[in-house]
């Protein structure tokens, strides 16, 4: 039962290791305070008395479907665009070496060649 919050969504699935963990992030410490017992406090949240309910057969099924399509984006990368070419000069090889550290996202850059020719005037 997902509640529209992306409770259940898979990457909140990638959190829990197991069903317990997902059980135990539903129980907030006023709960623990009044039951004085876990077990008692997932079985509230597993029956759906508290926040919701996510049987365990449920719980398996969407953690394996999430780490199905984790596997599936991780293994669908894209060749880089420098890949098997001979480049000759010192920029498009200055470019190649960035190449898949910008595409990651551990790095940025900025072309200046572009902006010039967008910003400014022509002569």
């Given at each position: ?10 990457e ?6 197991t069903?317990?963990d ?30 919701s ?24 990368q ?5 890949t ?9 090889r200055?470019?190649a ?8 996202g ?7 060649s ?10």
């Open positions: 039962m997902d509640n529209g919050k992306g409770v259940f969504s898979g909140k699935m990638d959190e829990f290791r069903y317990e997902f059980l135990d992030s539903q129980i907030k410490p006023v709960d623990l305070f009044y039951l004085e017992d876990q077990e008692l406090a997932r079985q509230l949240v597993e029956l759906g008395l508290k926040d309910s996510l049987e365990r057969e449920e719980f398996e099924t969407r953690k394996a479907a999430a780490e199905a399509s984790r596997l599936a984006s991780g293994s669908q894209k060749k880089l665009a420098s098997g070419k001979e480049l000759k000069d010192n920029f498009l200055a470019l070496e960035r190449e898949e550290a910008n595409r990651s551990e790095m940025n850059v900025i072309n200046n572009s902006l010039r020719h967008s910003f400014c005037p022509s002569p």
